[in-house]
Structure formats: C-alpha cells, structure tokens
C-alpha cells in the first residue's frame, strides 16, 4: 500500500539485505503479467531479486483518475517509485524500464534518484517524441476502438483497461505533447546505464539511443538489435538477458 493507494507486486529470488534488487518498470500498456517470466530468468541469472509491479491504474494496483496529465511519467519518477522503493527496503536497486517504463527511470535517475540507485537498463526508452511514435500510437488507437486490442489487453488489466489504454494513448496522442522531452535530465544522471532498441521499433528509431548516449553524465552502453521490434525482451529474450547480465558484472553489481 502506497500513499496514493494499493499497488499489485511481485518479489523474486533474494530478499534486498541480501542482494541488488532488479525493479521493472513496465511500458505504457504494461502490467505484470505481461513481463511473462523475463523478471524470474534476468533475476535466476544475474542473481539478484526482484521486484515488479503495476503501476496505478494497470493490472490489479488501484485506478487512476482520468485524463492522466502530460506529467503522468514524471509524476510516477518522483511519488510512486522511490516510495514503493522505500516500502521495500530496496538497498541497491538497478532500474529496468521498457518504453515508458524507461523513461521513467530516466526522470527518476536524473532528477532526484533514490540512494539506493546503482544503474539503469532501458529498453526502447523515448526523450523526445517521434512522428512514428505518433503513428504507432495512433494505430494502437484504432484497433484498440475497431479490432480486438482492448479484448487482448482485458486479459491483464480487467476493470483497468480503458484506464490504462486512455491514460497512455490520449496524453501522448494530445497535440500538446509534440513538446515533451526528457534531455535536459540526461547530464545529471551519474549511474551507468545500458540502452537496447531493436532495429525495427515500430514506436521508435536510433535517435533515442543516440541522444540517451549523448547526454549521459555517466556511462552508457547501447545496443541495437537485429530482428527486433519494441519489445527487446520478448523478441531477443537471450540476448537481453546475456547484455544485461554482462553489464552488471562490468559494473560490479548482482547477486
């Protein structure tokens, strides 16, 4: 239970006394189950635990109130996130985001990170907004109106889904948006991060890793991956998993 009400949660593997916590932060239609079993596989391999959970207004946490404002990210970087860090004791927590997911991390780590903060790992993370973001966005919204989306997604989210779906698609389909941008973060941010995309991004291109990679004032490592849209750890499990452990153990941090 948060401030701000109750979020659903899953810990994995050791408890944070004994171990770096891995913490998902799931893209703008996430929920946990929709991380499928990539949280238990990084965390058996690099041996440290785990924490997932939804953020509010997906899967089973508690609603939120519509429309969410264009803030929506950088609201979640400095209320909910370094407090369900405190809530859990995390003492050494690397943050693994995955599209909003990511660039919640990235606000967090670039304004006022958690001390427990050692990295990042960032997949398909935005700083700016692209026309084929736009497109895809707006694509999503047509199926999720006309096809079977919203049916698929109420499999994760239940009475959240039209929270979720509007929450995500109405802000970043707003006009107003066009001006989001998350650079002016990126100087600040001191811990390593490591940055994936896949080559055929439908919501993205390269220029996110390049200006994510710039801007650093620590260290980043990038990947871009073949035969991969936007989704890394669902398209290239192995390879994710692989990049991330390795960096860790550059990084001297695990299990």
């Not at 996430?30 to 041996?47: E, K, Q, V, Y």
């Not at 919203?150 to 989210?157: D, E, I, K, P």
């Not at 109405?170 to 948006?177: S, Y």
Request: glycine share 10%; hydrophobic share 45%; net charge negative.
């Amino acid at each position: 239970m948060l401030s701000g009400g109750a979020v659903e949660t899953r810990w994995i593997g050791p408890p944070p006394d004994r171990a770096s916590t891995l913490v998902f932060l799931h893209e703008g239609l996430g929920a946990i189950g929709m991380w499928r079993d990539f949280p238990d596989r990084l965390a058996a391999r690099t041996g440290m635990g785990a924490l997932v959970y939804s953020r509010f207004g997906y899967g089973g946490s508690d609603a939120c109130a519509l429309p969410r404002p264009l803030g929506y990210m950088h609201d979640e970087a400095a209320g909910p996130l370094p407090e369900l860090l405190d809530a859990f004791a995390v003492e050494r927590a690397v943050l693994f985001g995955h599209s909003d997911g990511g660039s919640i991390a990235l606000i967090h780590a670039g304004d006022r990170p958690h001390p427990s903060l050692r990295a990042l790992a960032l997949e398909a993370a935005h700083v700016f907004v692209e026309d084929v973001s736009v497109a895809s966005i707006a694509a999503a919204k047509e199926a999720y109106e006309s096809a079977d989306l919203r049916a698929r997604l109420a499999r994760h989210h239940g009475d959240n889904v039209d929270c979720a779906f509007r929450g995500w698609n109405d802000a970043w389909l707003d006009p107003a948006f066009r001006a989001w941008n998350l650079e002016a973060f990126l100087p600040a941010i001191r811990v390593p991060a490591l940055v994936i995309q896949g080559r055929d991004d439908e919501y993205g291109t390269a220029r996110q890793v390049d200006a994510i990679a710039a801007g650093m004032g620590g260290r980043a490592e990038t990947l871009m991956l073949d035969a991969c849209g936007h989704s890394p750890h669902r398209d290239q499990p192995d390879r994710v998993i692989a990049a991330v452990a390795g960096f860790l153990e550059r990084h001297a941090i695990g299990g």
